[in-house]
């Protein structure tokens, strides 16, 4: 912690990263303020920008999209009515209403203020927890590291879809192919069908940018393509009074303790951050009824939620190297561009970088606060521009993002398979982030279980033989066993009839 | 197209992808040297579990009410699709020539805006593809070849 109040904020503030805050911001406030788009496609189209910055500046700029794409999502949904982002979906409730009853810049204000206290104590969060889980996860070897992985991939499958056998195939699958290539251990070819190419195995920002932004276009293109949102530009004027916030506050602070923790939990993201402030705003409400009428706390607990997950999700990202999204899957893309490798090494090594994007997610936050605050009017405006146009934008931004990161037009051609299949298993209920982070997962859970067995001899025993691994273990099997009652009961309820006559 | 049976085909295609892994993961050792789990142990294991699990889909899907799945403007993702393979093929054909992604990437545009606009005056179709297109290709030369040094030959 010392390190923390101790850090060089000159390193923090040069052009280049005051530059990556900004843009950033701007650059979030757009993808999340236009339907269809958001933080993972954000981020994933930005990513080429950051191959020739230095390794603060692209990770803040990434994390400035991220942080503003969050609030930006609520633009289009109290305006429009139609949420720019899953994470939005619950912002839209009541902030629609409120925009529909005349007051559209009181309802962005909410959602301005919450997010920016969201934001920020998903920052303190990330600050506090992540030095001494560093210090914790250290003394991890591969089993723990193993078990992390199944851990991530069981709460992804389990969160990511309604159809859950679906998400298991698509974390299978996504591990099958992240063997594809040479063997890490014994370096023996694997399912490369003779391709040289392939030896190196299938690069994931192509296939991120293939399965998030091309698949996104598609299904884009099944809407209407002259659709042209029509904005109403008066009171857009983002302001709430003390007397406002302090009907809010308790449910801003709730939300972001919500947002924080979810945030952490691999699969879930703001999307099922917001609703579960939103329910629980509602559950502790004096007036439930008044909720989806354009309540003030419905939007106030949603928005702080989703933007307290950022802070939250770099968590288990800086600390294991393991992504619990697919944002910050692009981020890892990112540092590990840079040649840095996230985990508790990173932090004896460059802690300088690390307390450098702890302070930069805070000042991302101030920044999407201001810029939100005075460009609002302007996201909204953009709102206008019709689908036809929209659409080409994106496919060329994406198809630019795989090429360019190791200039390979192989990577092109996969961004384009992946995006095909992915459009089709959005269509069929697969899950994508399944899929995405058991791919970025599976050589670590590869490696790790073979190593862990080679040690003990082809012995499991290894795998809960140390206090850590065997804590992990048992979490695993109550998130499981949580699972199959949470079904059982739903099921229950869903179908008693069934259940009655032995069906 | 029925959900249903959209599912059963991607879990039979789901199947047959774990198959053929499964065929090709034969080929390579059992075990290596000092090792209890060889480079073939993961991918069988992950192949069969995916065959398991279609087999559990299939069971439950078939339990489920059917609902009606929609595609829908499905003749502009499969034309996007197809002029993006096109674009692609033509560029890594003659991409060497310098200057021709952006000749490429101008038509490309041009087309797929000319037809995404569905106003019914084309003069004014043209006159939109062709101006947005300059611009968004003159941003893509000065962003990413000028400023990022990105190039695309």
């Known amino acids: 912690m010392e390190a923390l109040f101790s850090f060089d904020f000159s390193t923090l503030f040069t052009l280049e990263n005051m530059f990556a805050i900004i843009f950033g911001t701007l650059f979030g406030l757009l993808v999340g303020a236009l339907p269809g788009l958001g933080a993972t496609i954000g981020i994933a189209l930005l990513l080429p920008v950051t191959y020739t910055m230095d390794p603060l500046p692209s990770v803040i700029l990434l994390i400035s999209v991220y942080m503003a794409s969050e609030y930006g999502g609520s633009i289009s949904a109290i305006v429009l009515g139609v949420p720019g982002t899953a994470a939005a979906v619950a912002t839209t409730l009541d902030g629609s209403p409120m925009a529909k009853q005349g007051f559209p810049g009181k309802a962005l204000a909410y959602s301005l203020t919450a997010s920016t206290i969201g934001g920020f104590a998903g920052g303190i969060v990330l600050m506090t927890l992540t030095i001494p889980l560093s210090k914790l996860t250290i003394r991890f070897s591969d089993p723990e590291f193993v078990l992390l992985g199944i851990l991530g991939l069981v709460c992804v499958a389990s969160l990511s879809s309604k159809d859950i056998p679906k998400s298991i195939l698509s974390v299978l699958f996504g591990l099958l192919f992240s063997l594809i290539g040479q063997d890490s251990l014994v370096g023996f070819p694997r399912f490369t069908f003779g391709s040289l190419t392939l030896l190196s195995g299938i690069s994931y920002v192509p296939l991120i940018v293939g399965m998030f932004a091309f698949s996104e276009v598609y299904l884009m293109l099944g809407g209407d393509l002259n659709k042209r949102y029509v904005t109403d530009k008066k009171n857009l004027k983002t302001k709430i009074t003390w007397k406002e916030f302090k009907n809010v506050w308790k449910n801003i602070l709730r ?88 985990g508790p090494m990173v932090f004896l090594r460059s802690p300088d970088l690390i307390n450098g994007i702890f302070w930069g997610l805070i000042f991302s936050v101030f920044a999407m606060y201001f810029i939100g605050k005075y460009t609002t009017s302007l996201w909204a405006r953009m709102l206008t521009i019709p689908n036809y146009a929209l659409i080409p934008i994106v496919l060329i931004a994406a198809y630019i993002g795989a090429y360019s990161k190791d200039l390979n037009i192989v990577d092109v051609w996969i961004a384009i398979i992946a995006g095909v299949i992915a459009y089709l298993m959005r269509k069929l209920n697969y899950s994508l982030p399944a899929f995405i982070l058991a791919f970025i997962l599976g050589p670590l859970i590869e490696t790790g279980m073979r190593r862990s067995l080679m040690l003990s001899s082809g012995s499991l025993s290894i ?25 059982g009961i739903k099921n229950i309820i869903d179908n008693p009839q069934k259940i009655n006559k032995g069906v | 197209m029925s959900y249903k049976r959209a599912t059963y085909i991607s879990l039979v295609v789901c199947s ?71 674009f692609t093929l033509l560029w890594q054909l003659f991409g060497t020539i310098y200057g021709m992604f952006y000749l490429l990437l101008f038509l490309f545009l041009t087309t797929l805006l000319f037809i995404y606009n569905q106003a019914k005056n084309s003069s004014q179709k043209v006159f939109i593809a062709i101006g947005v297109s300059v611009v968004l290709t003159s941003s893509v030369y000065i962003v990413f070849e000028r400023l990022l040094k990105i190039v695309f030959n």
């Open chain 1, 255 to 342: 939300g972001s303790i919500i947002g924080s923790l979810t945030g952490i939990l691999p699969g879930l993201g703001g999307g099922p951050a917001s609703w579960f402030a939103y329910t629980e705003a509602r559950r502790t409400a004096k007036n439930p009824e008044n909720f989806g009428k354009g309540e003030p706390n419905g939007i106030a607990a949603a928005e702080a939620a989703n933007n307290a997950t950022v802070g939250g999700a770099m968590i288990p990202l800086l600390t294991l190297g393991i992504p619990g999204s697919p944002s910050t899957a692009v981020i890892l893309g990112a540092l590990m561009i840079q040649g840095i490798q996230p």
């Open chain 1, 463 to 487: 795998f809960i033989e140390r206090g850590y691994s065997l804590t992990i273990l048992i979490i695993i099997i109550l998130m499981l066993g949580s699972q199959i009652y949470t079904k």
């Open chain 2, 16 to 86: 047959a992808i774990a198959v053929m892994f499964y065929i090709k993961s034969l080929e390579l050792p059992s075990t290596s040297t000092g090792a209890t789990f060889g480079p073939s142990a993961f991918p069988q294991l992950l192949s069969a579990l995916i065959v398991i699990f279609s087999i559990i889909s299939f069971v439950l899907t078939k339990r489920e009410e059917d609902e009606k799945l929609t595609f829908e403007n499905m003749k502009y993702v499969i034309f996007t699709i197809i002029l993006t393979v096109g």
